[in-house]
């Protein structure tokens, strides 16, 4: 390969991270005459260079600051809205977004750089040597690259839609009129995705357990639960608008072989819902990455704790989060009047995950009662619902002398999200079978809520969508759910909500407006975002088949 003064540039930047350990490195002097073949030559530094791609995976809080994706949809509030000064959730709530400025606009960008140095590895695949003490280290390194460049392409496609397909690395001097690239039809990036998470399922280790100085890299469990999140998404109806069944009918194949490779790998559902959140390690978890740290600016427990509790207060669930928890005993929503569910007391008797997830005014946080009309009150400047995150959160940690924290993970994958993805598949492939409920009811009777027994494929639709939303809740899957359903315009274009507690003793409670909430559903507009402005300009007139979202 030609080596130009750019790639020599981009080699060199990595190699501080690929490379600081590595003896010949540290011991030479800095030039531009680092080559390809000498990052490559040694499996340490291969290995290294791989692991610099997963830093791009997403966290629990979005680039420019301390926002969460759930606060762009109806799940949170995000109380400060900072959206005139840098795009965040606020930008999705007011659909004030443009193609110059909208929030995850830099994703473009970074997430093409993890798919270049994807396919940089790939073409310097064969001059890695072997390791003679781990002969399936360098296969495993190709499966997973080959899994990241499908993730990162997925992460395009849900942001995006249609995205150009580079499966090589491209030189801009060698043709220049090659870089100007069309956008790919979704079926084309979809069959890519597939094509690569097969070939790394093949390549890749069920998991770690004999090696887990490895465990959080890619494996044959994480590739299939990956393409069937692919397969369910594609065959959904923002994707698939004239239902085909054969795209259900492959996603049920690919959900239901992820489970069972799960399953038969040791992943279980934790006895305790919030273990999967709170624990390092998990066996309900499938794959992962390190989550904020605790404390000051953009720390998890700093952000989301209420403000007599020494946080800032600044994500706050919804009402109409709150509202999709149903009763314990009965199984019932709170609006069926055979529920139980008593207005003056709407905390009771409430499925477990409620509490597992919200903290509510009056609940027990570290000792004392929370609040909301006095240690809890917002700051000025702060709209707010007047409910915290509970999930993700340590009861032990304490903000004012910065002790008690320990190091928790943001949860990518896990084994509840695998029997949900297949109950939702088979429901619109096959309709009320058993195994549809046999899956619904894994995951509700973890939390010891009644069996479901669904007989109608509409209202089992309707379930296994409320059961993701409370089940996944403040995950991230939320927002692109409701727009895989072709919902979004809806749930996403109204008035959201808090509560207001009233009085003192026997309370009396209000449910007051936070925020109208806007989306443009013109042509589909806030279905996708747009592509960067800059991306426009670079390509116009270049490539006719390189166009704007509609809408944008």
């Given at each position: ?16 991270l ?33 692991n ?8 629990m ?14 799940e949170?509030?995000q109380?400060?809205?900072?959206s ?13 977004m ?24 790939l ?11 781990y ?15 499908g ?12 995205v ?26 979809v069959?890519?995705i ?19 100085n ?11 639960a ?12 923002l ?8 795209r ?18 040791g ?32 720390g998890?427990d ?6 007599g ?31 139980g ?23 027990m946080?570290k ?11 917002p ?72 069996a ?5 494929r ?10 993701r ?12 759910d ?18 207001k ?52």
């Amino acid at each position: 390969m030609k080596i130009t003064s750019i790639t020599k540039r981009f080699i060199w930047l990595l190699l501080p991270l690929c490379c600081a350990c590595n003896k010949n490195f540290l011991d030479r002097k800095p030039s531009d005459k680092i080559t390809e073949r000498e990052v490559f030559k040694n499996i340490e530094n291969a290995e290294k260079f791989v692991n610099v791609i997963y830093q791009s995976l997403p966290n629990m809080f979005k680039p420019g600051g301390a926002w969460i994706l759930g606060s762009a949809t109806d799940e949170t509030n995000q109380s400060i809205d900072a959206s005139a000064s840098y795009p965040d959730a606020g930008s999705f709530n007011n659909s004030s977004m443009s193609p110059s400025a909208f929030p995850m606009q830099g994703q473009w960008a970074e997430f093409f750089g993890k798919i270049r140095s994807c396919n940089l590895f790939l073409s310097n695949y064969d001059i890695i040597p072997n390791d003679p003490n781990y002969p399936e280290r360098k296969t495993r390194l190709r499966g997973e690259v080959l899994l990241l460049r499908g993730y990162y392409y997925f992460q395009l496609m849900i942001r995006w839609g249609k995205v150009p397909l580079l499966t090589a690395v491209q030189n801009p001097f060698d043709n220049p009129e090659d870089i100007y690239y069309k956008r790919n039809s979704i079926d084309e990036v979809v069959a890519q995705i597939a094509s690569d998470l097969d070939a790394s399922a093949a390549l890749l280790p069920a998991g770690y357990d004999q090696r887990p100085n490895n465990w959080g890299r890619a494996s044959k469990t994480i590739a299939l639960a990956l393409k069937g999140r692919l397969l369910l998404y594609y065959a959904s109806p923002l994707y698939n608008p004239t239902n085909a069944g054969p795209r259900w009918a492959a996603a049920v194949t690919a959900c239901r072989a992820a489970l069972d490779t799960a399953l038969n790998n040791g992943y279980v559902l934790n006895a305790k819902y919030s273990d999967a959140f709170t624990q390092y390690f998990s066996r309900e978890v499938i794959w992962s990455r390190p989550a904020p740290g605790a404390y000051r600016d953009g720390g998890l427990d700093q952000e989301m704790n209420p403000r007599g509790a020494g946080g800032y207060g600044n994500i706050n669930p919804l009402q109409e989060l709150v509202d999709a928890y149903e009763m314990k005993a009965t199984g019932l929503p709170i609006t069926d009047p055979a529920s139980g569910y008593n207005p003056l007391e709407p905390y009771k008797g409430r499925d477990k995950r409620f509490e597992e997830t919200i903290l509510y005014p009056g609940a027990m946080w570290k000792g004392r009662a929370l609040d909301p009309n006095g240690a809890d009150a917002p700051r000025p400047g702060q709209v707010i619902s007047n409910y915290w995150p509970r999930k993700y959160l340590l009861e032990n940690v304490n903000l004012f002398n910065l002790t008690g924290a320990t190091d928790r993970k943001w949860v990518l994958i896990r084994l509840a999200e695998l029997y949900l993805n297949y109950a939702e598949a088979l429901n619109e492939a096959n309709g009320p079978v058993g195994d549809v409920n046999a899956a619904i009811n894994a995951v509700r009777n973890r939390v010891d809520m009644p069996a479901y027994n669904g007989t109608d494929r509409d209202k089992i639709r309707e379930k296994i969508r409320n059961e993701r939303r409370v089940e996944l809740a403040l995950e991230d899957h939320r927002f692109w759910d409701v727009r895989r359903w072709n919902i979004a315009h809806i749930v996403d274009n109204r008035e959201v909500h808090g509560v207001k507690v009233i009085g003192q003793g026997n309370v009396t409670y209000e449910y007051p407006v936070v925020e109208k909430r806007i989306f443009n559903n013109n042509q589909n507009r806030d279905y996708w975002l747009p592509v960067p402005q800059n991306e426009i300009d670079k390509v116009a007139g270049r490539n006719s088949e390189f166009k704007q979202n509609t809408g944008w």
